[in-house]
């Protein structure tokens, strides 16, 4: 069965960095488009950065441009958000996401969620 | 950005009621829309996608309508297990975005 497990999570200090990792498993992840999703405490849901199947075009929110960054490495079925300069904002369990689509229409949408990964910008 | 906005933000209602959540589009999305369900501590799991494709496993009970701005999550008969809270999210352009969220209470 599809399975999305995120690491990396924890408790950083404003400025500082963390590396959030997501192990894919049940599918092969290379033929699917991948997002992070993130949910502040007692908030809604915020899309975060999206990156393609093979890793060659990526997007970002507003929120985090120039200060994240979304990777692939296909061969370990593990997909990544390097996160830089974090802010007390930041602070959210951070989702990783599997996207599909009706090829027929071309709509997309979030067919499996991992259980997220809880990060906390506090000094 | 597109702006989602759910109506109501919550609501309670009994268990066999009919429920019906209302997303808006602030521009057209064609059928671009998707439903999820979150449970408390639990990651999001999505019911609709497509405006009105039930997702496999998702209960009948569940079911979605709209195009364009104005879209609708329809529970046919409220379920003890449909406690929960309740997004809309647009996939029609950059950056995809939510809706507020709706919680649906016990009454």
């Known amino acids: 069965q599809v399975q999305l497990v995120e690491s990396g999570g924890g408790v950083v200090q404003p400025g500082r960095s963390l590396r959030l990792s997501c192990a894919a498993s049940?599918?092969?992840?290379?033929?699917?488009?991948m997002h992070w999703v993130r949910q502040a405490p007692g908030r809604g849901l915020e899309w975060v950065a999206d990156?393609?199947?093979?890793?060659?075009?990526?997007k970002y929110a507003d929120s985090v441009k120039g200060r994240f960054t979304i990777s692939r490495d296909n061969s370990k079925n593990t997909l990544y958000l390097q996160t830089n300069s974090l802010r007390g904002e930041d602070t959210a369990v951070y989702y990783c996401?599997?996207?599909?689509?009706?090829?027929?229409?071309?709509?997309?949408?979030?067919?499996?969620w991992g259980q997220g990964t809880l990060v906390t910008v506090s000094s | 950005d597109i702006q989602m906005t759910q109506s109501p933000s919550s609501l309670s209602a009994s268990v066999g009621d009919r429920v019906t959540i209302t997303c808006r589009a602030s521009?057209?999305?064609?059928?671009?829309l998707n439903w999820h369900q979150q449970k408390p501590g639990k990651a999001p799991n999505l019911l609709i996608y497509a405006a009105s494709s039930l997702q496999s496993g998702v209960p009948s009970r569940f079911s979605g309508s709209g195009s364009g701005t104005d879209f609708t999550l329809t529970i046919s008969s409220l379920q003890p297990e449909d406690f929960a809270t309740y997004y809309c999210?647009?996939?029609?352009?950059?950056?995809?975005?939510f809706g507020g969220g709706t919680k649906v209470e016990i009454k």
């Open positions: 999210q647009q996939s029609y352009s950059a950056p995809l975005t």
């Open positions: 990156i393609s199947f093979d890793g060659s075009n990526k």
């Open positions: 521009q057209n999305i064609n059928f671009y």
């Open positions: 996401v599997r996207e599909s689509i009706v090829v027929a229409t071309a709509a997309t949408y979030f067919d499996y």
């Open positions: 049940g599918f092969t992840l290379r033929t699917y488009a």
